[in-house]
C-alpha cells in the first residue's frame, strides 16, 4: 500500500476570483453591445457569439487543473497537466522555509516551472507562497491557497 501524502493541493487554472471577474465583465459587455446594436443580424450576432464563448471558456477553465502540489516523507512532488514535467524537490537540500505574498500585483498570471533570475515559480492562485531556499541558493516560489497547511506539512516532512 502506498503511504499517505501529508498535504495535497490541487491548483485549478480558472478558478481565481479576479479573473472569474474580468472575463464575466467582459462577457456583460458582449452581451449588451448585442441588445443595444441595431442591425443585429449583421454585427449583434458576432458579439452574442464572443459573450457565450467567453463563459463556456470560463467554464471549462474552472476544472483544468493546473498542477497538483503533493508533500510525502522528505519531498515535495508538483505535478502539472498534459505535458508538463513532474518536478520533485527534495526537502533534504532545503535550507530555508518562508511563507511570504507571492507578488506584489494585483494580477499575477499562472505558472509552472517559470525559471527566472535564480528563482523556479510554479503559480495559478492565491496570495501567498512558500519560498523554499535549497542548499545551492536556487529558490522555489509555490503558491498556494493554503499556506498554512503547507508550511507546516513541508516542515513535519523534515522533521521525519
Same mark, same amino acid.
Given at each position: 500500500m502506498e503511504d499517505q501524502p501529508e498535504f495535497l493541493e490541487k491548483?485549478?487554472? $480558472? =478558478? @481565481?476570483?479576479? =479573473? %472569474?471577474?474580468v472575463r464575466l465583465v467582459l462577457a456583460l459587455f458582449c452581451f449588451a453591445a448585442y441588445f443595444i446594436t441595431e442591425e443585429r443580424e449583421r454585427d449583434g450576432n458576432l458579439f452574442l457569439v464572443a459573450g457565450c464563448g467567453i463563459l463556456v471558456v470560463s467554464f471549462i477553465m474552472m476544472f483544468l487543473l493546473h498542477y497538483r502540489t503533493t508533500v510525502k516523507t522528505k519531498s515535495v512532488i508538483i505535478d502539472g497537466s498534459w505535458t508538463t514535467?513532474? /518536478? +520533485?524537490? @527534495?526537502? #533534504?537540500?532545503? /535550507?530555508? %522555509?518562508?511563507?511570504?505574498?507571492?507578488?506584489? *500585483?494585483? &494580477?499575477? #498570471?499562472? /505558472?509552472y516551472n517559470l525559471h527566472r533570475k535564480g528563482k523556479i515559480y510554479f503559480y495559478a492562485g492565491g496570495k501567498e507562497a512558500?519560498?523554499?531556499? @535549497?542548499? @545551492? $541558493?536556487?529558490? *522555489? &516560489? &509555490?503558491g498556494t491557497?493554503?499556506?498554512?497547511?503547507?508550511?507546516?506539512?513541508? +516542515?513535519?516532512? %523534515?522533521?521525519?
Open positions: 491548483q485549478y487554472l $480558472g =478558478r @481565481d476570483y479576479l =479573473r %472569474i471577474s514535467k513532474l /518536478v +520533485k524537490i @527534495d526537502l #533534504n537540500s532545503i /535550507v530555508k %522555509i518562508e511563507r511570504k505574498p507571492y507578488s506584489t *500585483y494585483l &494580477i499575477s #498570471n499562472p /505558472v512558500i519560498w523554499l531556499t @535549497d542548499r @545551492d $541558493g536556487l529558490q *522555489y &516560489i &509555490i491557497q493554503m499556506p498554512a497547511e503547507f508550511e507546516q506539512a513541508i +516542515k513535519k516532512a %523534515i522533521k521525519i
